[in-house]
């Protein structure tokens, strides 16, 4: 900056040097003139001028012309301004500390809004690709991450591929885990996975890193085309980055398959909440899921399907021409071999579906769905935050200004412009705003690694980052030029009304013009507060609610994990027996007191749900998905739920099937009282699916007290069939265990190697942990919102203690008359709390129309509690009246402990 005023400088003197020459020169010829019309020396300089106005007044006019002017007065005010503000290093470090955290804070929160809801995928015209869903009665059962959203058969994403007409090519994928060794020998890792058509690639535009990536001629025959594509953090994470991976041997869930290739660093799969490190063709799929093997099922839907537009085809335009494909599909599906017999209804319905065609520029992502609405909350919330300390840096700024009163009256007097005024106030504010939004993007990183904190660790991962890119960037110097103007607007439009004569006979430099601007800032601040304390509220009771309601089931000395023995690489028999003797292993073991198996790990938001036909006094099919979940004898009494009617499971139901898969069934209470009534379930029959051959060959036999599934917030009808009567060959043990859970773990994982040493311990945890991880999105949302409301109500209490201050320091002459005359100190007290109230008040009346503006926006989120709380309402108003009082009513009992005397002479 001194560079560019030095080099101003020398510009500016030439100018100056110039014009003061034409000036001369033209005086002289116009004195000329006039002499030789016959005036004096005298009378001719005299009158040549007045004919030109003054020469200062004219230098005055021609500087305002010049380019430079501007940009040489904005950096001599922004020197000025510098100097000033070292002058006064307590307000300038409360300024920029206030402004940091908003825009820290703010900055952080749009980091993960923006790679999570608004980046774009790193592929070739993002904007071109759409997602494809069924919408309708696809009588097909779903499997995979979603539990049936955006999910289609594999035979159908293939009759898709050749609707050419609309697009220029349609991928197929399905996210799961596989147990991956990369070379042999090598102790198996759970790792994220992407099962994906042979068009996946090339229909992103993806290059490959190294090698090349799996195409068309991958995905044909099934079970023949054993080949794996890393990806690139993989690639260096595991292997090191060695150059001669293409061509390596990789084990999948213990079978060989070739390593072809290694995707570009850029590219990190179309979930951002879903990071895969292997790409596995579809052709393949028996191999990378072993358990279940659905591949040319039309019945079963599990992948997610997106295409690529044709150049000039829109949206619309698609989802309209692919109806009548569709509904031709519909037609032939129905007279194909094995579909299944179903009712007229459930036929109509059939036919009924359609195809859905939205953009997905974005990608697919389940974290989206998750996360989607509470960042937008936390935005708003941080945004508010934000205007909230540019409201309070605005008052500390008005004070400024009333401090300066005297320079600022001087240079009015001495001829300065109101503007020139003006632009020296704001560049005050802007050098603060820089200031708060450079610590800011110092702030920003650390929020954003206590927001991912939040976030639970699975195989795949997220893809989701703390650093501070070019958006967050862009976004942060945004807010930074917003609030710098926020913030210098109001001294800058306080300096430009105020009349000098005004402003001269004021003796404190502010006037009542400037209270009452500085007291609708603090109004404004009480209400962002009110408004940020009962969010707060809101979400801090839907946390409280929901760990007091609790999963239903006993968490302490409890512990968990999973074992996949067909992911192993053994067959569905020696799976079912690997199972068996590892939960007979575990009940052998002095530190497990009671141990039970499920199919289906509970509260990780995952389940298997079917529709069930119910043989009472009447055949009835349920109106609703019922949860089920295999389970083995024990589970209960491992859980500390109580069978409350009928009886437990017990060996009699782990017996191998005969004919029939499951012959027992016990429900929940819900179940029970929704389609018995109050009638006793037991000896009641059912069966799974809703179609017309669906046979009731299970015998309810006994009703269990219900608990949570998927998470704390859903109560459901739930069933529970005989693990082992079934063909499951993975599960989740649960154990009550003495001592300490570390202890337990290291009894646990020799006991499953002693069953079988190639199978890993999957996902070890106490199930105090996994309610926490099932809590993930309310205690981020309760933690960053109370934090919020904390910051908010301490910048509005000082901002409001600061008025307040101002406002005793004025009055305090008056406070001295009034109790001269015989005004009791309760009363002086009183007359300057009555404006605390007031403003508290009227930032109250604002606050609450913001409130129920707002409420939609927090409803989906909260639990056990309305957005229009009332109780909530009044403790938060109640919190700031108290909080805002307190730092009012200290000034106010200071300045009305000053004897009479003292304050009649205060000046």
């Known amino acids: 900056m001194r560079r560019l005023l030095n080099l101003l400088t020398k510009r500016r003197q030439g100018l100056e040097r110039d014009l003061e020459r034409e000036l001369r020169d033209h005086l002289e010829r116009r004195v000329a003139d006039l002499r030789q019309a016959g005036l004096g020396e005298h009378d001719a300089r005299r009158q040549a001028a007045i004919e030109l106005g003054g020469v200062e007044q004219v230098q005055e006019d021609v500087r305002e012309t010049w380019t430079w002017r501007w940009l040489e007065d904005a950096v001599r005010d922004a020197r000025y301004a510098a100097r000033s503000l070292a002058r006064s290093p307590g307000f300038t470090i409360t300024a920029v500390a206030s402004l940091a955290i908003g825009i820290g804070a703010s900055a952080a929160i749009f980091s993960l809004l923006d790679q999570v809801l608004l980046r774009l995928l790193p592929v070739r015209e993002p904007e071109r690709l759409v997602l494809v869903d069924w919408k309708g009665n696809a009588l097909a059962h779903a499997r995979g991450s979603g539990a049936g959203v955006n999910l289609m058969s594999?035979?159908?994403?293939?009759?898709?591929?050749?609707?050419?007409?609309?697009?220029?090519?349609?991928?197929?994928?399905?996210?799961?885990?596989?147990?991956?060794?990369?070379?042999?020998?090598?102790?198996?890792?759970?790792?994220?996975?992407?099962?994906?058509?042979g068009s996946y690639f090339p229909v992103l535009g993806v290059s490959p890193g190294l090698g090349r990536l799996i195409n068309e001629d991958d995905d044909g025959q099934p079970g023949a085309h054993p080949v794996v594509v890393l990806s690139h953090a993989y690639w260096l994470q595991a292997l090191g980055g060695a150059p001669d991976v293409v061509g390596r041997r990789v084990l999948v869930n213990n079978f060989p398959m070739t390593v072809v290739g290694v995707v570009s660093a850029t590219f990190r799969g179309i979930d951002v909440g879903d990071v895969p490190a292997v790409w596995i063709p579809a052709a393949m799929k028996k191999q990378a899921t072993p358990e279940w093997d659905k591949l040319l099922d039309r019945r079963t839907s599990w992948m997610q399907v997106i295409g690529r537009l044709k150049p000039g085809i829109t949206v619309e335009q698609a989802q309209a021409g692919l109806q009548p494909w569709f509904k031709s599909m519909l037609d032939e599906d129905t007279r194909r071999e094995g579909f299944p017999l179903v009712t007229a209804k459930q036929r109509a319905e059939f036919l009924a579906s359609t195809l859905v065609v939205t953009p997905a520029a974005h990608g697919h992502s389940l974290l989206r769905q998750d996360l989607g609405r509470p960042l937008r909350v936390l935005m708003a919330a941080t945004l508010l935050l934000l205007l909230l300390a540019s409201l309070n840096?605005?008052?500390?700024?008005?004070?400024?200004?009333?401090?300066?009163?005297?320079?600022?009256?001087?240079?009015?007097?001495?001829?300065?412009?109101?503007?020139?005024?003006?632009?020296?106030?704001?560049?005050?504010?802007?050098?603060?705003?820089?200031?708060?939004?450079?610590?800011?993007?110092?702030?920003?990183?650390?929020?954003?690694?206590?927001?991912?904190?939040?976030?639970?660790?699975?195989?795949?991962?997220?893809?989701?980052?703390?650093?501070?890119?070019?958006?967050?960037?862009?976004?942060?110097?945004?807010?930074?030029?917003?609030?710098?103007?926020?913030?210098?607007?109001?001294?800058?439009?306080?300096?430009?009304?105020?009349?000098?004569?005004?402003?001269?006979?004021?003796?404190?430099?502010?006037?009542?013009?400037?209270?009452?601007?500085?007291?609708?800032?603090?109004?404004?601040?009480?209400?962002?507060?009110?408004?940020?304390?009962?969010?707060?509220?809101?979400?801090?009771?839907?946390?409280?609610?929901?760990?007091?309601?609790?999963?239903?089931?006993?968490?302490?000395?409890?512990?968990?994990?999973?074992?996949?023995?067909?992911?192993?690489?053994?067959?569905?028999?020696?799976?079912?027996?690997?199972?068996?003797?590892?939960?007979?292993?575990?009940?052998?073991?002095?530190?497990?007191?009671?141990?039970?198996?499920?199919?289906?790990?509970?509260?990780?938001?995952?389940?298997?749900?079917?529709?069930?036909?119910?043989?009472?006094?009447?055949?009835i099919v349920t109106d609703r998905a019922v949860h089920l979940e295999p389970?083995?004898?024990?589970?209960?009494?491992?859980?500390?739920?109580?069978?409350?009617?009928?009886?437990?499971?017990?060996?009699?139901?782990?017996?191998?099937?005969?004919?029939?898969?499951?012959?027992?069934?016990?429900?929940?209470?819900?179940?029970?009282?929704?389609?018995?009534?109050?009638?006793?379930?037991?000896?009641?029959?059912?069966?799974?699916?809703?179609?017309?051959?669906?046979?009731?060959?299970?015998?309810?036999?006994?009703?269990?007290?219900?608990?949570?599934?998927?998470?704390?917030?859903?109560?459901?009808?739930?069933?529970?069939?005989?693990?082992?009567?079934?063909?499951?060959?993975?599960?989740?043990?649960?154990?009550?265990?003495?001592?300490?859970?570390?202890?337990?773990?290291?009894?646990?994982?020799?006991?499953?190697?002693?069953?079988?040493?190639?199978?890993?311990?999957?996902?070890?945890?106490?199930?105090d942990e996994q309610v926490d991880r099932s809590l993930t999105t309310e205690r981020m949302m309760a933690t960053l919102s109370g934090g919020f409301a904390a910051v908010a109500l301490l910048l509005s209490v000082v901002g409001l203690y600061g008025v307040m201050a101002f406002v005793v320091t004025s009055r305090t002459p008056e406070i001295g008359i009034r109790m001269a005359l015989g005004a009791t100190r309760r009363a002086a007290v009183w007359l300057m709390v009555a404006d605390a109230v007031a403003m508290i008040a009227a930032g109250t009346a604002i606050a609450l129309p913001l409130?129920?503006?707002?409420?939609?926006?927090?409803?989906?989120?909260?639990?056990?509690?309305?957005?229009?709380?009332?109780?909530?309402?009044?403790?938060?108003?109640?919190?700031?009246?108290?909080?805002?009082?307190?730092?009012?009513?200290?000034?106010?009992?200071?300045?009305?402990?000053?004897?009479?005397?003292?304050?009649?002479?205060?000046?």
């Not at 697009?167 to 890792?189: I, K, M, S």
């Not at 504010?429 to 927001?451: D, K, N, T, Y």
């Not at 967050?472 to 917003?482: D, Y």
């Not at 909530?872 to 909080?883: H, K, M, R």
């Open 154 to 197: 594999y035979p159908i994403c293939r009759d898709l591929q050749r609707q050419d007409r609309f697009f220029d090519g349609v991928l197929c994928r399905h996210p799961t885990e596989v147990n991956l060794a990369v070379a042999a020998g090598q102790t198996p890792e759970l790792v994220g996975a992407e099962i994906v058509s």
């Open 393 to 619: 840096v605005a008052s500390l700024f008005l004070a400024r200004g009333a401090a300066r009163g005297r320079e600022l009256r001087t240079r009015l007097a001495l001829g300065a412009s109101r503007r020139r005024i003006a632009t020296l106030l704001l560049a005050d504010s802007v050098w603060i705003a820089a200031g708060g939004g450079a610590l800011g993007l110092l702030v920003a990183p650390m929020v954003s690694r206590g927001l991912l904190s939040f976030l639970p660790s699975g195989a795949a991962g997220t893809d989701l980052s703390s650093r501070v890119d070019g958006r967050v960037f862009a976004f942060a110097l945004l807010m930074t030029v917003a609030t710098g103007v926020l913030c210098g607007i109001a001294p800058a439009w306080r300096a430009g009304r105020v009349p000098l004569m005004s402003w001269l006979r004021d003796r404190t430099g502010a006037g009542a013009g400037g209270v009452r601007l500085r007291k609708a800032l603090v109004v404004g601040q009480m209400a962002f507060t009110l408004v940020l304390l009962v969010g707060a509220g809101l979400f801090v009771q839907t946390l409280l609610r929901l760990v007091g309601q609790g999963p239903g089931f006993a968490t302490s000395g409890r512990v968990a994990f999973r074992i996949n023995p067909r992911r192993a690489g053994a067959s569905d028999e020696e799976s079912s027996r690997t199972m068996r003797r590892v939960l007979a292993e575990l009940r052998s073991l002095p530190e497990v007191e009671s141990v039970g198996l499920a199919g289906v790990d509970l509260l990780n938001s995952g389940s298997w749900n079917d529709s069930m036909t119910i043989e009472a006094d009447k055949r």
């Open 631 to 767: 389970i083995s004898p024990g589970l209960f009494t491992t859980l500390g739920t109580r069978v409350i009617a009928g009886r437990d499971f017990d060996e009699r139901d782990a017996l191998p099937p005969v004919g029939e898969r499951w012959r027992s069934v016990i429900v929940n209470e819900r179940f029970a009282r929704r389609y018995f009534g109050d009638a006793s379930p037991l000896g009641g029959r059912v069966g799974l699916g809703d179609r017309q051959d669906t046979r009731t060959n299970l015998e309810i036999v006994g009703v269990v007290r219900d608990f949570s599934y998927r998470d704390l917030r859903e109560q459901t009808e739930q069933a529970f069939v005989p693990y082992f009567e079934g063909d499951w060959t993975a599960g989740t043990f649960y154990l009550r265990v003495r001592g300490t859970p570390q202890a337990a773990f290291a009894s646990i994982r020799s006991a499953v190697g002693r069953v079988d040493p190639t199978v890993p311990l999957l996902s070890p945890r106490t199930l």
């Open 851 to 907: 409130v129920w503006g707002l409420s939609r926006l927090v409803e989906a989120q909260l639990f056990g509690v309305h957005a229009l709380d009332a109780p909530t309402i009044a403790v938060a108003s109640l919190v700031l009246a108290l909080v805002a009082l307190a730092a009012a009513m200290w000034p106010a009992w200071r300045a009305a402990s000053v004897s009479p005397t003292e304050a009649l002479r205060f000046e």
